[in-house]
């Protein structure tokens, strides 16, 4: 039976010839098998890095190589249990970050994303997913297996969860969504699930799967976790309920509270574009100079200092 840890990613070195092996592994298995059909399917860049995050896992947990031939389509891993195992990879140049901050100083919780498609596929007959990070040389050349001069291919194996919890809990987000990442912003290209670090079930050591139980399962599929937005998040959609008149003054108090957040939380806005609304509002005589003055100590424009 599986006794719950809080979520801490293992650090899987693949940059020895142990490590190099897997990630040919994997390469091979993609320029064999890759998948050129389906909507909003990886590329072949990134349907190797899930294949290289399951031939790790299996082999940490002492199973043979998958055999392309009869690999299910709906799950990676049957354990002894009888439980079915999807392992989840995203690829990036940075190593894993359980929290970022951004330039406001405040700290932004580690989210995994899924394509919603497959969660809601009731079809797709997994059980749990493991999620995972690998972390790649760069941008440019990351292509699987790499060379054996790189030192930068570590696989990050943060934990597990349900699929059914994903689908109760998680955050769906459609085409178009903006999310937050680091100092910067960008748009979702497909339909996207998120689903936070800190709401997953640690592991130990990799081998802690052999111990998931179909009772597990089920304590996890009815399991309450917490947000699964990041807190700075949470605060910014408080103030715009305010405005909206939805919630209360005091509801920012304790979603701060709550969330543990202190400090003004950055708006995805540029400050000059407040300060410029804010400077109308006091040209036109809607607010006062007293009230602009108070404004610009928390608002503040920020000067072309150069390129």
């Not at 190593?95 to 969660?119: C, I, M, T, W």
């Not at 995972?132 to 030192?151: D, F, I, V």
């Amino acid at each position: 039976m599986y006794t719950y840890h809080p979520p801490k990613p293992i650090v899987v070195k693949l940059i020895d010839e142990w490590g190099y092996d897997l990630r040919e592994k994997a390469a091979f298995y993609v320029e064999e098998n890759q998948n050129i059909t389906g909507a909003e399917r990886g590329s072949k860049e990134e349907q190797g890095f899930g294949a290289l995050a399951e031939i790790v896992v299996r082999n940490k947990i002492g199973f043979p190589d998958f055999n392309s031939e009869d690999h299910p389509v709906d799950f990676d891993i049957l354990l002894p249990s009888g439980v079915k195992v999807d392992v989840k990879c995203r690829g990036g140049v940075l190593p894993f970050q359980e929290e970022y901050v951004s330039s406001d100083g405040l700290p932004r919780e580690a989210k995994h994303n899924f394509f919603a498609r497959q969660v809601f596929d009731v079809e797709l007959n997994t059980d749990i997913y493991v999620m995972t990070h690998l972390e790649t040389p760069n941008r440019k050349n990351r292509t699987l297996p790499g060379s054996k001069r790189q030192r930068k291919w570590n696989l990050y194996v943060c934990g597990w969860v349900s699929k059914k919890r994903v689908a109760r809990e998680g955050v769906y987000l459609p085409r178009g969504s903006l999310t937050e990442q680091g100092r910067t912003w960008f748009t979702y290209r497909g339909q996207e699930i998120e689903f936070y670090n800190k709401n997953l079930n640690g592991l130990q050591n990799i081998g802690d799967l052999l111990s998931i139980e179909r009772h597990d399962v089920e304590v996890d599929e009815a399991h309450v976790g917490d947000l699964n937005i990041t807190s700075v998040d949470a605060v910014r959609i408080a103030y715009d309920l305010v405005g909206r008149g939805i919630i209360h003054e005091r509801h920012i108090d304790f979603i701060k509270s709550q969330v543990k957040i202190n400090g003004n939380v950055k708006p995805i806005l540029s400050y000059n574009q407040y300060y410029h609304l804010l400077k109308w509002l006091n040209e036109i005589g809607q607010i006062s100079e007293q009230e602009f003055s108070n404004a610009k100590e928390t608002i503040r424009e920020e000067q072309f200092s150069g390129i």
